[in-house]
């Protein structure tokens, strides 16, 4: 197979609101096992990844929005390009919000979910946690939890709540898409 043909064979691909929303969904899988809950015990570098993959799973569930609302994967690229994650989910509650669909209510300010952790109801909301999380510089950006040389990254407390916070997410995507495809 030849380079172009690769370039063709990528460019064919459109993918759906769905499939978005499956990857999101088991890269989230895979950050929670990372995290080894079960005994609560993981490791630095598995921990750091695990914040990254479920930095990833919630752009990817942002993306499965948006993408059901009608935008394409080429436009998805073009304007997320910079993987800015807030701005993202910000723009999916902001397109949420103009449609007049009944059902797409209750979703109009899935951000501003306050979710429960280990029985406890997290000090802020996910919108919140996110403003604060990517405040702190580099060491919060998605992509900086993948590289070895960024020895400093930013997470929450418990670790897990942002796993929490983006399974939340992925679940409103999941239903979103599900109203919007009926």
Same mark, same amino acid.
């Given at each position: 197979?030849?380079?172009?043909?690769?370039?063709?064979?990528?460019?064919?691909?459109?993918?759906?609101?769905?499939?978005?929303?499956?990857?999101?969904?088991?890269?989230?899988?895979?950050?929670?096992?990372?995290?080894?809950?079960?005994?609560?015990?993981?490791?630095?570098?598995?921990?750091?990844?695990?914040? +990254?993959?479920?930095?990833?799973?919630?752009?990817?569930? +942002?993306?499965?929005?948006?993408?059901?609302?009608?935008?394409?994967?080429?436009?998805?690229?073009?304007?997320?390009?910079?993987?800015?994650?807030?701005?993202?989910?910000?723009?999916?509650?902001?397109?949420?919000?103009?449609?007049?669909?009944?059902?797409?209510?209750?979703?109009?300010?899935?951000?501003?979910?306050?979710?429960?952790?280990?029985?406890?109801?997290?000090?802020?909301?996910?919108?919140?946690?996110?403003?604060?999380?990517?405040?702190? +510089?580099?060491?919060?950006?998605?992509?900086?939890?993948?590289?070895?040389?960024?020895?400093?990254?930013?997470?929450?407390?418990?670790?897990?709540?942002?796993?929490?916070?983006?399974?939340?997410?992925?679940?409103?995507?999941?239903?979103?898409?599900?109203?919007?495809?009926?």
């Amino acid at each position: 197979m030849t380079n172009s043909s690769i370039a063709e064979e990528k460019q064919a691909v459109d993918a759906s609101a769905t499939d978005y929303i499956e990857h999101a969904r088991e890269i989230n899988a895979i950050a929670r096992t990372a995290l080894r809950l079960d005994t609560r015990d993981a490791d630095y570098l598995p921990v750091k990844i695990s914040l +990254g993959l479920s930095l990833q799973a919630g752009e990817l569930a +942002g993306k499965g929005i948006l993408r059901g609302l009608g935008h394409t994967v080429q436009r998805l690229r073009k304007e997320h390009g910079r993987h800015n994650l807030l701005a993202l989910l910000r723009q999916g509650e902001k397109e949420l919000k103009a449609r007049p669909d009944v059902e797409l209510e209750p979703y109009h300010h899935f951000l501003l979910c306050t979710p429960v952790i280990d029985g406890t109801q997290y000090g802020n909301t996910i919108a919140a946690y996110l403003e604060l999380h990517f405040s702190q +510089g580099s060491s919060a950006r998605p992509r900086s939890y993948f590289y070895p040389d960024e020895t400093v990254f930013t997470g929450p407390i418990p670790i897990h709540a942002l796993l929490i916070m983006m399974n939340h997410i992925v679940d409103v995507a999941e239903k979103v898409v599900g109203i919007l495809t009926k």
